[in-house]
């Protein structure tokens, strides 16, 4: 077929999204291997026999290893002087697995262990260069969940490596004990003690004095009974302002009770008919009878009988005003309510005055109250912190007695150490070298399946043609109706 004109990737590959990717993919990866399956068998043959040569050739390399068991002492956990103190027992730390291979893999450790099996070194190597290069070849791990430690030696030769790894971890162990010997210590606790007895006692006697120059015998209890105090006071003196302001309106309004309350009251009072009114009476009768004559001569809408009508009303409004009987004598007693009252206000006023006179004196107590408790928390710090220097003080000068005896016995002990070690099994000659053939042959066959179809699929993404109908529909959307296939396949396939 003629080969079609090269398209822009996006045009070949399928949307990620489209149900069949997969399997385009898949029909893709293997229609570039077997396309390309000389390549394929070319780079991987090459890898695999590359692989496989160097496995062969490189020199094996011998892993012998011993086993120690750290056994370490116990600390003491620091607590006040009341409480007693509590031994702990230190776990297999980083920094303890650390210490233990700087001492393995010291060179004193290792020039004593190649003394002890007698290697020489090359005669165109120094003793030091091979000290260095066996540090390289030395390894220590700790094993996971124990306190055991596993020393581990990488050689050529499988008994030379176990000798070696035996003799290093026999050395070890005499070189912890020098390291951790210890010489002396009694007489450093005690020098320590007569320094710490005068330390505790300057810091006792300074918590005492202050506590008496400033009048405290137990902080804590005071502030609680000043806090209580205070509190009490503050809403005594609330009460007291509530109670004036109470007194005050109420003093006003008594005031205002007395103002409206007369002083005098009327005790008897004689009234007579009022004259006005019967004067008033008599008028309106006559200026009634005018006005009958006038509405015998004029209409009721004539200016004559309004005139009158007004003259009537008049009357009529001045009769209303005038009352029935006016007072003609009368007798005034004093008022008993107005005298109830006024009692009642100057009781109120003096009342008010003792309040307000109280006032300054809770203000000033509580005033007093809160500065002594501000004092008191200020100098709750000064006494903690002089009390836990006594106490510090104390519990050092306690802990330095229990560690002189402590040290006292280990001065005796010259060879016992904080940190034990012993040996919990020796190295055996291995039975299989550390570098098999497995694993490099194993790289090299699945190194060599990678590498050769990802040139495959490589060389096979660089081509630009239409390989599939998939592609065509994709690139010209359109549908493919059908396949023309080459004529020399098409020839051997008729023959067959």
Same mark, same amino acid.
């Given at each position: ?16 999204? #489209?149900?069949? =990717? ?15 399956? @000389?390549?394929?068998? !070319?780079?991987?043959? /090459?890898?695999?026999?590359? #692989? ?34 509590? $031994? ?6 980083? &920094? ?19 003394? *002890?099996? +007698? ?23 700790? $094993? ?11 050689? @050529? ?20 004990? *020098? ?8 007489? =450093? ?25 400033? +009048? ?29 302001? !109470? ?8 005031? !205002? ?28 009768? &006559? ?31 001045? /009769?209303?005003?005038?009352?029935? @009987? ?5 007798? /005034? ?5 107005? #005298? ?28 007093? #109250? @809160? ?8 100098? *709750? ?26 040290? *006292? ?27 098999? /053939? ?5 790289? !090299? ?22 390989? =599939? &109908? ?17 004529? &020399? ?8």
């Amino acid at each position: 077929m003629a080969a079609l004109q090269a398209l822009p990737e996006a045009a070949l590959l399928p949307a990620a999204t #489209s149900p069949a =990717f997969t399997t385009y993919a898949a029909r893709s990866f293997f229609y570039a291997v077997f396309k390309h399956s @000389r390549l394929v068998v !070319g780079v991987f043959l /090459l890898v695999f026999l590359a #692989s496989a040569v160097s496995a062969v050739l490189r020199p094996r390399t011998w892993r012998a290893n011993t086993k120690v068991l750290v056994k370490l002492g116990e600390t003491v956990q620091m607590a006040p002087a009341e409480a007693p103190s509590k $031994s702990i027992a230190l776990p297999l730390t980083p &920094e303890v697995v650390k210490t233990e291979a700087e001492i393995v893999k010291s060179a004193e450790v290792i020039r004593e262990a190649v003394q *002890r099996v +007698g290697v020489q070194p090359d005669p165109d190597m120094s003793m030091d260069e091979l000290i260095s290069k066996m540090q390289l070849a030395l390894t220590v791990t700790p $094993s996971p969940g124990a306190n055991v430690l596993q020393i581990s030696y990488l050689g @050529r030769a499988p008994d030379r490596v176990t000798r070696m790894v035996n003799a290093i971890t026999d050395t070890y162990l005499d070189h912890h004990n *020098r390291v951790y010997r210890n010489e002396g210590v009694h007489e =450093f606790y005690s020098l320590q003690i007569r320094k710490l007895e005068t330390e505790m006692k300057t810091a006792q006697r300074r918590l005492r004095d202050y506590m008496n120059r400033e +009048g405290v015998v137990d902080a804590d209890q005071e502030i609680k009974i000043l806090e209580k105090d205070v509190f009490e006071q503050d809403k005594q003196l609330k009460l007291q302002k509530a109670k004036i302001q !109470g007194m005050g309106r109420k003093l006003e309004e008594v005031h !205002g009770q007395i103002a409206a309350t007369p002083a005098q009251i009327a005790y008897s009072s004689e009234y007579h008919s009022n004259p006005v009114l019967e004067q008033f009476k008599n008028k309106l009768a &006559e200026l009634e009878l005018d006005r009958y004559r006038l509405l015998q001569a004029y209409m009721p809408t004539d200016r004559h009988v309004q005139d009158k009508d007004q003259e009537i009303a008049s009357v009529r409004t001045r /009769l209303k005003e005038e009352k029935d @009987r006016v007072l003609a004598s009368e007798q /005034l007693r004093h008022n008993d309510l107005h #005298s109830e009252l006024q009692k009642n206000a100057y009781a109120l006023q003096v009342l008010l005055v003792d309040a307000r006179t109280r006032l300054p004196g809770i203000r000033a107590h509580l005033k007093q #109250s @809160r500065k002594r408790l501000h004092d008191l928390r200020d100098q *709750r710090f000064v006494i903690t912190n002089l009390k836990q220097e006594a106490d510090q003080k104390t519990y050092a000068f306690d802990l330095y007695q229990k560690k002189q005896e402590e040290a *006292r016995i280990q001065d005796e002990m010259k060879n016992q150490s904080m940190v034990a070690v012993s040996v919990v099994e020796h190295a055996s000659p291995p039975l299989e070298p550390e570098n098999g /053939l497995l694993l490099p042959l194993m790289l !090299g066959l699945v190194g060599g399946l990678a590498l050769a179809a990802g040139l495959a699929v490589a060389v096979e993404y660089l081509n630009r043609r239409l390989r =599939f &109908e998939e592609e065509i529909e994709r690139y010209l959307e359109l549908p493919v109706l059908a396949v023309i296939p080459e004529l &020399e396949t098409a020839a051997v396939i008729a023959r067959h």
